[in-house]
DNA sequence: ATAGGGTTAG
């Protein structure tokens, strides 16, 4: 029947007796060593140990040792190691594979350097341990030593090397390497070549990789997997795919691992019903294929499937690791929704991956980008070692919150705390300064990248400086900056420019940036919108209607704008003079009442933010039903009680006109209201938003 | 008498 349960019963039965024959002890063993059962294993130990066995011979404790080491059981192998009467090369080999699993590099070294006898097994073992933490050098200087020493280099050895030198895209001493192996004579074993066609393929030289490639007699579901992946990782999604099909020609049947390459080569192009076709067809569906499916999803836009997959996966009995937990973590952050980051946050705790690097900076982003930058701050101070990716999650999570001051002393303390910043660290530090106004000190900031730290700021980092600078109404000191920089300007520097323009007024500039930005972007209707937005506020209209017949005859669309509110764990969604809810008629009723009420308490709208010059009451008719308010009304008439907060999400940037609606509806119904736009975070309480007016 | 070390995917 089933032989776990066997060797279960087995041992069962053997922990009814005290007296038991050696011969069962080996037999035993050997069964724990082929299914890799260390559960059994332990058990049998603690019955030798009580009943006070002691083997003639190191046989047995060498197979425990082996079964710990193979399951990662670092502390029960060095415990069993430290109590072992006698130790042959055997025991030693078994514990260096223990610590080139899990230990630490010292343990490794330590331990071979204490080995009396080292054969060639010792010195490969240490060579793919050292690799797989990328100490390449000292993997090398071992596998000089070992050829010094006059102890036999096999195919073993070149493949751990070659391994090392792949791992950390050293392709210099890869390429040594090869040498030596063509001279050895080893071109022909296959796993030699395939770790040649990985190193190629991951150090860049993919010609070079198809070359060893297209040479090989025997090319086994590895080798067809090398290749494959190398054409994805230097973005030949194409030839992947191509390469594929050719591999199913070829007679050698695809593995899990193929598919996974494939379809993030499918994710990469957008072709997601080839994906999910492709991954229905494999029949062992394993953690990484399952990752690559809820990865893939969420890079094109579908968390929301993203999360269905997930729980596909659980139902399945497949066990998420940390790149599953963290990618549904950053899913959830994406959606913007509490109810299921919080399921997953706890579900992270359960499985005892919450202090991991990748899961914990995904929460503390999660719970930023669902506007909790408190709850984003327990988190963070319950990492044990934070890294700077840890620090960066909180100085944006505060940034993009409006606590722009809490970021800035974060970012003191980081410094503090002798953790170095790097390029990302200085978008949470200078965005910070753009909200609070700090135009000398982010300009110092901008300055000490360089200086200071030895980052070469990239145009990212020039797009906050011309936005700090704008902002500060310096705008001929944000057009200097454009042309004083390193790099051509992007779409991202312009439209910086274009916003900053249109917060001064200044329609000189804001034409020279529009004007690029349709060359760049001859499809976004923003450059459009933003530069007639500010025709209009300046009334001139013949400029507005300009801009509308070019849009017009481009056929440049507006991005469809929608916002959505999640309620009891469901996502409603709006669209502006959205009629298409269930529940339309109330919603207008109740939005309607709401407008009354703020007219008389003095709001007015805004109609200059109107894109047509139609007439002022159809104006106020297509303002008035933006889906922001549309899904603000329906939280309220949801939620009417209380003084629970209301959170809304925009896909687009947030217009004036619903901004100062929100902060109305603050004030006079006393909620607050957290807007999550496509930019930034606003938090509208009693009147204010975080966002002190400028986004 | 018995035993060990290596390649590919997020």
Redesign the pocket.
């Known amino acids: 029947m089933n032989p776990k349960h066997n060797l279960k019963q087995a041992i069962d039965s053997l922990y009814r007796h005290t007296h038991v024959n050696?011969?069962a002890y080996?037999r035993l063993v050997?069964d724990c060593?082929r299914l890799n059962d260390t559960h059994q294993a332990k058990r049998l130990q603690t019955h030798m140990d009580n009943n006070l066995f002691e083997p003639t011979?190191?046989?047995i404790h060498?197979?425990l040792l082996?079964v710990y080491?193979?399951s990662g059981k670092l502390s029960d192998a060095r415990n069993l190691f430290d109590k072992m009467p006698q130790r042959?090369?055997?025991?030693?080999?078994?514990m260096l594979?223990a610590y080139?699993?899990m230990g630490s590099v010292d343990d490794l070294l330590g331990l071979f350097k204490t080995i009396p006898c080292k054969?060639?097994?010792?010195?490969?073992?240490v060579i793919?341990?050292l690799?797989?933490r990328g100490c390449v050098s000292e993997a090398l200087e071992v596998f000089v030593r070992m050829q010094k020493e006059g102890v036999?280099v096999?195919?073993?050895?070149?493949?751990?090397v070659?391994?090392a030198c792949?791992?950390v895209l050293d392709l210099r001493r890869g390429k040594e390497v090869h040498g030596k192996v063509v001279v050895c004579g080893l071109m022909f074993?296959?796993?030699?070549?395939?770790?040649l066609t990985?190193l190629y393929a991951?150090c860049g030289e993919v010609d070079a990789a198809r070359w060893l490639f297209d040479r090989m007699r025997d090319k086994?579901?590895?080798?067809?997997?090398?290749m494959i992946?190398g054409y994805?990782?230097n973005g030949l999604v194409e030839k992947c795919i191509e390469l594929f099909s050719e591999m199913k020609l070829s007679g050698v049947k695809p593995?899990?691992?193929?598919?996974?390459?494939v379809l993030?080569a499918f994710f990469q192009m957008g072709r997601i019903g080839e994906a999910q076709k492709l991954f229905a067809e494999i029949e062992k569906k394993?953690?990484?294929?399952?990752?690559?499916m809820i990865?893939?999803h969420v890079q094109n836009g579908k968390e929301e499937d993203s999360l269905v997959l997930f729980n596909e996966m659980l139902m399945a009995n497949v066990k998420?690791?940390?790149?599953?937990i963290s990618?549904v973590v950053s899913s959830c952050a994406r959606l913007a929704s509490l109810f299921y980051g919080q399921t997953i946050h706890g579900k992270s705790v359960h499985m005892g991956v919450e202090d991991d690097t990748l899961v914990s900076s995904a929460l503390v982003d999660m719970y930023s980008k669902c506007g909790e930058p408190t709850e984003a701050r327990k988190i963070f101070d319950t990492i044990h070692a934070k890294s700077t990716v840890s620090w960066n999650s909180m100085i944006l999570g505060y940034a993009q919150n409006g606590k722009d001051l809490e970021a800035l002393t974060l970012y003191e303390e980081m410094l503090n705390n002798g953790i170095k910043p790097d390029s990302i660290t200085f978008v949470g530090v200078l965005s910070a300064c753009i909200h609070e106004g700090l135009t000398e000190r982010g300009d110092q900031y901008f300055r000490s990248m360089t200086k200071q730290h030895g980052i070469v700021p990239t145009l990212d980092h020039y797009a906050c400086l011309i936005n700090l600078l704008g902002r500060s109404g310096r705008v001929e000191g944000a057009f200097e900056t454009i042309k004083g920089m390193p790099y051509k300007p992007d779409s991202l520097i312009w439209s910086t420019l274009l916003s900053v323009c249109k917060l001064n007024g200044d329609i000189e500039h804001g034409e020279m940036a529009a004007k690029q930005l349709f060359e760049l972007e001859p499809n976004n209707a923003e450059p459009y919108i933003t530069l007639s937005n500010m025709y209009a506020a300046k009334g001139r209209w013949k400029d507005v209607a300009a801009m509308r017949s070019v849009m017009n005859s481009n056929k440049i669309k507006k991005f469809a704008a929608f916002s959505w509110v999640e309620l009891d764990g469901k996502v409603h969604k709006f669209v502006s003079e959205d009629r298409a809810h269930p529940e339309s008629e109330a919603i207008y009723r109740e939005l309607n009442r709401i407008i009354r009420k703020l007219l008389k308490a003095g709001f007015t709208p805004n109609k200059n933010l109107v894109l047509h010059d139609v007439g002022d009451d159809e104006k106020l008719e297509s303002i008035c039903y933006h889906s922001e308010k549309l899904a603000l009304a329906y939280a309220l008439m949801k939620k009417p009680e209380g003084r629970k907060t209301v959170r809304i999400l925009k896909n687009i940037r947030v217009c004036g006109d619903c901004h100062l609606f929100m902060k109305f509806v603050s004030r006079i119904i006393g909620r607050t209201i957290i807007l999550r736009d496509s930019n930034r975070f606003h938090h509208f309480s009693a009147g204010c938003c975080s966002c002190k007016d400028l986004w």
Not at 119 to 125: A, F, K, L, R
Not at 189 to 194: I, Q
Not at 220 to 226: H, L
């Open positions: 050696p011969e080996t050997l060593v011979t190191t046989f060498n197979r082996h080491a193979n042959d090369i055997f025991t030693y080999n078994a594979k080139s699993k054969d060639s097994v010792s010195y490969n073992t793919a341990g690799g797989t036999e096999t195919g073993y050895s070149y493949v751990s070659l391994n792949s791992r074993s296959g796993f030699v070549c395939n770790a990985d991951k086994n579901v590895v080798s067809w997997n090398s992946s994805l990782k593995d899990v691992v193929t598919v996974s390459n993030g394993d953690v990484i294929s399952w990752t690559t990865v893939g998420p690791d940390k790149f599953t990618s």
